[in-house]
């Protein structure tokens, strides 16, 4: 299983999306708020900045699919600006969170459609039923998710978004740009601590769901810029040697080891432009702040 082949291989890691549950995702939206995590903030001045124009490249799309949808913050500026028309399907692993999420939309947006789908979207999940006359879909991913995962893995997942929304369909996606290391440390080890709760969390959740047995006391968040591969990577340090049963397995974590629980990638324009091109992508438009800090691409299929 996927938890035993990242925890119990010579370099252990855990699967980000264990990040959230109800406390995680709402760890994450405080995380959105902090002075140094320029991303969320620096994407949405680019959405306001430039919705019309979005809005304008999407088009007359039947759906919006949101993968990863959290509070949906930014989304409401395309709901706000998009035809009443169009369904919006957030997918998010949280299903009470989800649930939580789109009962705030339908009250915000009574004319809208909602159609939430708790699922993992990292694999294949049903869509609702389209009326065939809007049968064109857009993909929403905001806030540089796709750069939590390697980089064979994040073609791999264009791939299945352009194989989702078919041919026509379009991608409207953001991604975190590649800048001073400081800027990018900065924004992953908060002076508050909040995203060092948010990575303890994680092993809080695996506690639960996957008989696990992590002394949260027992660990210290660690992130770090990896110039080489050009991504952020955060760990959980073990402060001592500990003995940890994870579903139904036990390993033995040394002093100081790491355990690895994301990646955030980053990107030029031209290097994610041909990595979408491999996935069966086009480049439509590309949107940027003023420091060129954070992108947002409209892509084709």
């Given at each position: 299983m996927e938890l035993?082949?990242?925890?119990?291989?010579?370099?252990?890691?855990?699967?980000?999306?264990?990040?959230?549950?109800q406390s995680g995702s709402e760890l994450f939206d405080e995380i959105c708020e902090l002075d140094e995590y320029y991303p969320t903030r620096t994407e949405a001045s680019i959405m306001r900045e430039c919705v019309d124009d979005m809005v304008d490249a999407i088009g007359s799309a039947g759906r919006l699919i949101e993968y990863?949808?959290?509070?949906?913050?930014k989304t409401r500026l395309l709901l706000e600006h998009m035809h009443p028309d169009v369904t919006y399907v957030p997918v998010d692993?949280?299903?009470?969170?989800?649930?939580?999420?789109?009962?705030?939309?339908?009250?915000?947006?009574?004319?809208?459609?909602?159609?939430?789908i708790a699922a993992d979207f990292t694999r294949p999940?049903?869509?609702?039923?389209?009326?065939?006359?809007?049968?064109?879909?857009?993909v929403y991913f905001p806030g540089s998710t796709i750069g939590n995962f390697r980089p064979a893995f994040a073609a791999t997942l264009l791939s299945q978004m352009r194989n989702q929304v078919g041919t026509g369909g379009g991608l409207l996606i953001?991604?975190?740009?590649?800048?001073?290391?400081?800027?990018?440390?900065a924004a992953y080890d908060d002076r508050r601590g909040v995203t060092a709760l948010f990575n303890l969390n994680l092993l809080r959740h695996l506690n639960r769901v996957a008989d696990g047995n992590f002394n949260l006391d027992a660990y210290r968040h660690v992130a770090?810029?990896?110039?080489?591969?050009h991504r952020i990577e955060m760990h959980l340090e073990c402060c001592r040697e500990q003995q940890v049963t994870l579903a139904g397995r036990s390993r033995t974590?040394?002093?100081?080891?790491?355990?690895?629980?994301?990646?955030?990638?980053?990107?030029?324009?031209?290097g994610f432009t041909q990595m979408a091109a491999a996935s069966g992508w086009k480049r439509e438009q590309i949107w940027m702040d003023s420091n060129e800090y954070f992108a947002v691409g409209m892509f084709r299929s």
């Open positions: 035993h082949r990242g925890f119990f291989s010579d370099q252990p890691s855990l699967p980000s999306k264990y990040f959230y549950d990863g949808s959290g509070s949906s913050l692993i949280s299903g009470d969170y989800l649930e939580q999420v789109a009962g705030k939309l339908r009250r915000d947006f009574p004319s809208r459609r909602i159609a939430p999940f049903r869509l609702p039923s389209s009326d065939a006359t809007k049968s064109r879909d857009v953001g991604f975190d740009l590649q800048k001073d290391p400081s800027v990018l440390e770090l810029y990896n110039d080489r591969d974590l040394a002093k100081s080891q790491r355990i690895l629980t994301e990646l955030s990638h980053k990107y030029t324009i031209d």
